[in-house]
């Protein structure tokens, strides 16, 4: 069919529809007025623009090898507008984000330079690794005892969920759980220990109160009264022990014999008073050192004894054996007779 051409230099007018055979309109300039017809750079900007102010998704390509980006040249994007939607055709780490095949990319924040990962998120979109609401039973927790394999665990009553040594994470038994706490077998948290379970030392479950440890024997600084009740000791003897704080070892608990405590105090009052060594005596009356003094023999003169009465003699008129006396002369007679 031969093509007709038209050409005018003025404006055209059709008074009925136009109908142009399924042919396209071509060369149209930019529609001013809300009646022009418009052409396809129009509409794809007017439509652009929509979905941008709406930060609608638009799907852009692909990340990964063979892809619109490859995951190197993703990650240095940095110019990009919210709603740009890509899909990840190769896992890696894209965006600062552990990404799986499947995955979508969405940007989040407009950037005309300078983008940082910060501005996408992902969408798991995939299956692989998702975890079945059937795999819960009732009590049951999630696990990984290793990278990217979380598992379910079902815990039973009166059981500790914990990780022993060398060991993954699993229902304890009462055994494990103690090992991990450091509690001894029996122990219960509410069971106090007495006083006098204190001072023996016999119980090592129980927990000591204020009270307990008031009611043991141990010295309170707090308390008052309580050497009073204790039972006297008259006299010490040297292996006895008194506690003492020590100043030159940041005034930490010792012991202190009777013994020691004696000889610091004799080496202490030795310096204040001279050491008196009785003197030996000579002369009439003699002694060595400390020892009993004894009269020379023949020392003892007339001019020593003690003065006589005139007309008196010595001698013991008195029964038995004793001192001597003075006698009368008519207690001489007597005897004399």
């Known amino acids: 069919m031969a093509t007709t051409k038209q050409r005018s230099s003025s404006q055209l007018y059709i008074d009925d529809h136009l ?29 652009a623009a929509v979905i941008a102010g709406a930060d609608a998704m638009v799907f852009k390509g692909t990340v ?54 910060a501005d996408w998120t992902v969408a798991q979109t995939n299956i692989d690794g998702a975890l079945i609401k059937n795999d819960f039973d009732a009590n049951t927790i999630l696990k990984a005892d290793t ?12 059981t500790f969920v914990g990780r022993k040594t060398g060991s993954t994470i699993a229902a304890l038994t009462p055994a494990e759980a103690r090992v991990i706490l450091n509690v001894a077998d029996g122990a219960t948290a509410n069971a106090v ?40 000791k008259a006299t010490p003897v040297d292996a006895d022990e008194l506690l003492m704080e020590d100043s030159a070892a940041s005034a930490g608990k010792k012991k202190l014999t009777w013994a020691a405590l004696k000889a610091t105090l004799k080496t202490y009052f030795d310096t204040l008073y001279n050491l008196y060594v009785h003197p030996n005596h000579t002369g009439d009356v003699t002694s060595v050192a400390d020892g009993a003094t004894t ?12 003065d006589v009465p005139t007309q008196t003699m010595k001698g013991r008129v008195t029964a038995s054996t004793g001192d001597p006396e003075d006698l009368t002369v008519a207690q001489i007679r007597t005897y004399w007779d």
């Open 19 to 47: 109908d142009i055979n399924n042919k396209k309109a071509i060369n149209l300039s930019t529609c001013t007025a809300a009646t022009d017809a418009a052409n396809k750079q129009y509409v794809d900007d007017a439509v």
């Open 295 to 306: 009269i020379v023999n023949n020392a003892v003169s007339n001019a020593k004894l003690a």
């Open 193 to 232: 220990c007495t006083g006098a379970e204190i001072d023996t030392g016999t119980d090592n479950v129980k927990y000591a109160s204020p009270l307990a440890i008031r009611n043991s024997g141990l010295i309170s600084t707090a308390a008052s009264g309580e050497f009073s009740a204790l039972a006297p």
């Open 147 to 158: 990278d990217n394999n979380p598992v379910p665990l079902t815990v039973g009553e009166q």
């Open 64 to 117: 990964g090898t063979g892809g619109t980006y490859t995951i190197a040249a993703f990650n240095s994007l940095v110019v990009y507008n919210a709603g740009w939607t890509f899909r990840v055709i190769e896992a890696g780490t894209i965006k600062g984000k552990v990404c799986e095949i499947g995955d979508l990319l969405l940007a989040i924040v407009d950037r005309a330079s300078a983008g940082v990962d």
